[in-house]
């Protein structure tokens, strides 16, 4: 007999309370929030929500990755988690990441206050450095998480000539334990991540809750074009191996590959031409490209079809093209079960929602490696984030917190009727 849920509610102001006082830890006196992962300001954040979780009874502990991980018991002996990340990058806005974090929070803090425990227990994690710090990969906790510390090593040495490892130590984590972070994937039914859409189709559209449907994948390109440099005044056209002008037709290439049928996205944000003199033809390129889709097939086939194209570009203009295949992260489906407990939680609220994609990367896709993930996102106004500016409305941000705490009671119900009870009690450090 599960026990009616219907007065329990978040406390909005205790939520957005906090998400202030952690804008103000790491405060960036060029603007907004600079909480890189590890460094002084990550580990008050963290230190400060430990105290949150150990008044709201969840018992938080800092695994081998430095991840912040609390865990309250339920009735039974599974669980659900949920949670984001406190790391931010340089200059980022107060919510990438925190809200996700102080939500997870906050529904185990109205669940403290109302007395009331889930048949599942709630396991509510802050990952270590979802951004990247310092020009590392990251995801590092995330990805401890799952078991994957290869996709994150500890000897990755950051733009400060610092090891991952050394980071970790110092942050309080264990490098040489890592493989002690992983949760066990028998006794979590699923993980469900909160977070600002960082994009402007909620915002422009009025919707209040966007319930996504798979956290897009992404593939890296990398591409070195050689040509000839020689003299701007002297060499004529005919007789020219523009590297930068091979490097124009591929960006325009890349920019026409997405269209029905085709990859979702597709970019060239990376360039350095050599020697970027004015009087020189330009003898060489260093490109960075990626695409992102949420479907696996579409984005191999969107790579070949580019490097076709790249192919034609470097025949035509009689330059060298070295292409490298990058990081592929592949795409994550959210658990059917996930999406419709959130979708029945907005209906019966009388919440707007609509069902959309992650055209950004999230600890969820990693954890979806390992666990049935599902994401909410509420809306950031005018779509900006990883910025000062990132912003999304009070009664936004609240909404979405209520979201999650009902899809989490939703998910509690439904998957303690459909999952067997499993001997595996412990959702920890394996
Ligand atoms: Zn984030």
Redesign the pocket.
Known sequence: MIASTSHISIDGDRLLDRIDQLSRIGADPRGGVTREAWGDADVEARDLVARWMAAADLRPTVDPAANLVGRSPGHGDRWLATG??LDTVVQAGPL??TYGVLAALEVASSLHDAGHHMQHGLLVAAFAN?EGARGTSGMTGSYACVGHTEEAPPDEVDDAGVTVGERILAAGGDPDRLREARWDPDAIDAFVEL?IEQGPVLHANGTSIGVVSAITGRQALDLSITGVANHAGTTPMDLRHDALAAAADVVLAVESLPGPGSVRVATCGHLLVGPNVRNVVPGRVEMGIELRDEDPETLAAGTRRLIERIDAVAARRGVAMDRRLGQMVPPVTSDPRIVDAARAVCERTGTSWELLPSGAG?DAQVIGRMLAVGMIFVPSIGGISHSPRERTDAHHLVAGAEVLLRTLLELDEVLSATVPPSSVGDPGFR
């Open positions: 984001s990340h990438d990441g979802e977070h999230h």
